[in-house]
């Protein structure tokens, strides 16, 4: 099966650095996304990695390393606003828009 | 990006109904993609809705329970048969734009008593 994973929970303060890491099967391997998810809202798109290295987009940053079925988003200067779930979603395949889910990290982001 | 639109937004239904959720997207896409989000759990594909041909289930969905309609490039629906309230769930509908880009409708909230 599609093996994701990624931690259930993380906290850290206002202005803070963190680090989501996901790992993920590497067979077939075709594209990983990161979504945010706010309770009761639905995905938001935050990023796209199908070749090594760093995406920078402002204040978030995802990471990818086929070789190790590895990736993370980094967030920088936290707000409050950014307590959220973070999924990561992992392609494989050619077929563009099928998604599996990890169980998503719940950040909470404290004042 | 894309603007996509569900009907209803929620319902609560009686078990051994069937509710038929609707999606629209501004734009053309060559696929639309059902997902489900039970709650306190991440988001699993259900199918993928082609236009002119049947939906692709993902293991652990059949077509007499979640038949899916396509007629044309910028509408999908998804019904939800003969529920139970195991089927409580958020449904969202999702499309791709390039292969870098997927972006997701804003969610049906079924609850089924």
């Known amino acids: 099966g599609q093996n994701i994973d990624q931690p259930t929970e993380m906290t850290a303060t206002e202005g803070a650095i963190v680090q989501i890491n996901c790992t993920y099967q590497?067979?077939?391997?075709?594209?990983l996304f990161w979504y945010q998810q706010h309770a009761g809202e639905a995905p938001t798109f935050l990023s796209y990695?199908?070749?090594?290295g760093l995406e920078e987009k402002g204040r978030f940053s995802s990471f990818l390393s086929r070789s190790k079925g590895y990736s993370y988003l980094l967030l920088k200067e936290l707000q409050m606003k950014d307590s959220a779930s973070y999924l990561c979603?992992?392609?494989?395949?050619?077929?563009?828009?099928?998604?599996?889910f990890g169980r998503g990290t719940q950040l909470t982001v404290w004042p | 990006s894309a603007v996509i639109s569900q009907k209803p937004s929620r319902d609560i239904c009686q078990r051994g109904t069937s509710l038929t959720i609707q999606c629209q997207v501004d734009s053309q896409v060559t696929m639309m993609f059902w997902y489900r989000q039970q709650p306190g759990q991440s988001l699993t594909l259900i199918a993928t809705?082609?236009?002119?041909?049947?939906?692709?289930?993902e293991s652990g969905f059949v077509i007499d329970k979640f038949p899916i309609s396509r007629p044309n490039l910028t509408f999908s629906t998804l019904t939800v048969s003969n529920m139970s309230p195991e089927d409580s769930s958020i449904y969202l509908c999702s499309v791709e734009l390039g292969s870098d880009t997927q972006y997701f409708g804003p969610g049906t909230r079924l609850t089924v008593l």
């Open positions: 590497t067979s077939g391997f075709n594209g």
């Open positions: 990695n199908v070749l090594d």
């Open positions: 809705a082609n236009q002119g041909s049947e939906a692709t289930y």
């Open positions: 979603a992992v392609r494989w395949g050619s077929t563009l828009g099928r998604l599996y």
